[in-house]
């Protein structure tokens, strides 16, 4: 069994930035890859970016790319996600995910535990 916590979210402006963490217990964390995902009102859940068992691999999706970050610290139990420059269209609830395969992949069905979720608002 995985625990995975979300912390980091809150209120920003448009501009702003933001730095999620997620922190996991349960299993060796360095095993597996870790993603985010967010999910907007009335929105499916969609992804945002990922990172592999070792560090060595990382993919986002087009909408963040160049603006968000995805780093692991595997001593810690810990994945972050760095947000810079936000845009009110980032409003959602940021969710991290584990899959236990350690590669890393953008599908949520790969992913094998979720955390609860942090809230993120971009004010304009």
């Known amino acids: 069994q995985v625990q995975l916590v979300e912390s980091g979210g809150g209120l920003v402006q448009a501009g702003g930035s933001l730095r999620l963490s997620c922190a996991a217990s349960?299993?060796?964390?360095?095993?597996?890859?870790m993603g985010w995902f967010r999910q907007a009102p009335g929105k499916e859940r969609e992804f945002v970016a990922t990172?592999?068992?070792?560090?060595?691999?990382?993919y986002y999706a087009d909408s963040v790319k160049g603006r968000f970050t995805i780093s692991r610290d595997n001593a810690k139990n810990t994945v972050y996600l760095r947000m810079n420059s936000l845009k009110p269209e980032d409003t959602a609830v940021y969710y991290c995910?584990?899959?236990?395969?350690?590669?890393?992949?953008?599908?949520?069905?790969?992913?094998?535990?979720w955390g609860q979720g942090t809230q993120v608002t971009v004010s304009s």
């Open positions: 995910a584990a899959d236990l395969w350690g590669i890393a992949t953008m599908d949520p069905q790969e992913y094998d535990y």
């Open positions: 349960g299993r060796t964390f360095s095993n597996y890859a």
């Open positions: 990172i592999s068992w070792g560090g060595g691999s990382t």
